[in-house]
């Protein structure tokens, strides 16, 4: 079975600063994929960024990147130069291979960002 | 822009009446998924469709049944809703299975069950 753990299920940041979300995850498989979804209220959820599992560099999109430590199981999202827009609802997934090889998402909790002005 | 339609955004119904959430894509998409999404808490899937070939997830109740009647549509039906039948539906879609494919998700049809 595949876990995703969020531990935070809020967290605050002042515009313009940096926060960074945790997630930990568990699969017994070897190729997969790890995914940040963010859900803003009332509107659709949109992937932020993803990550491959055998790519030992951490992927980048804008102001988001991941810090992917595979032998820790840990797959953190750092949101630089924070703006209104980013409040949302962030979520982990994982989405596992041989045995789950049609795409299944295992979501975690969530993490809810506040922003402040 | 091509999107993931959800119809109605928001949904009453009564404890027990029938009720159709509606999925419709413009991505031209072979799979459509529906997953459940609680109050706080994580989505969790239902079924999903590969073309015409229906997914049940183990957990998914009898309750909860879906049809695809081509590529662009999906409907979840729920035949009988109790009031732990509330929540957000959501919707997504992607080209394939594999691990490489992105879902992409609907605004979500939220339910209330009075």
């Known amino acids: 079975a595949q876990t995703v753990t969020q531990s935070q299920p809020e967290m605050s940041v002042q515009e313009a600063e940096t926060v960074t979300l945790s997630c930990t995850y568990d699969?017994?498989?070897?190729?997969?994929?790890l995914f940040w979804y963010k859900q803003p209220p009332s509107r659709q959820m949109i992937l932020v960024i993803r990550?491959?599992?055998?790519?030992?560099q951490n992927a980048t999109e804008n102001r988001f990147s991941v810090n992917f430590q595979k032998a820790a199981k840990s797959f953190s999202l750092k949101i630089s130069d924070s703006q209104l827009g980013d409040a949302a609802m962030y979520f982990c997934?994982?989405?596992?291979?041989?045995?789950?090889?049609?795409?299944?998402?295992?979501f975690g909790a969530g993490t809810q960002v506040v922003v402040t002005p | 822009d091509a999107m993931v339609i959800q119809n109605p955004r928001y949904q009453v119904t009564q404890f027990g009446k029938p009720v159709t959430l509606s999925c419709s894509q413009t991505?031209?998409?072979?799979?459509m998924y529906w997953y459940q999404q609680k109050s706080s808490q994580a989505p969790k899937l239902l079924f999903h469709?590969?073309?015409?070939?229906?997914?049940n997830e183990a957990d998914t109740p009898d309750n909860f049944q879906s049809r695809r009647p081509n590529t662009s549509f999906c409907f979840l039906d729920i035949r009988s809703p109790g009031l732990g039948d509330a929540a957000m539906y959501l919707c997504?879609?992607?080209?394939?299975?594999?691990?490489?494919?992105?879902?992409?998700f609907g605004p979500g049809t939220r339910l209330t069950v009075l």
């Open positions: 997934a994982l989405r596992g291979g041989l045995t789950d090889s049609w795409g299944k998402l295992q």
């Open positions: 469709y590969y073309d015409k070939d229906f997914n």
């Open positions: 991505l031209n998409h072979n799979v």
């Open positions: 997504a879609t992607s080209r394939e299975r594999g691990l490489t494919d992105t879902q992409y």
């Open positions: 699969t017994s498989e070897s190729d997969y994929y």
């Open positions: 990550q491959e599992a055998y790519k030992q």
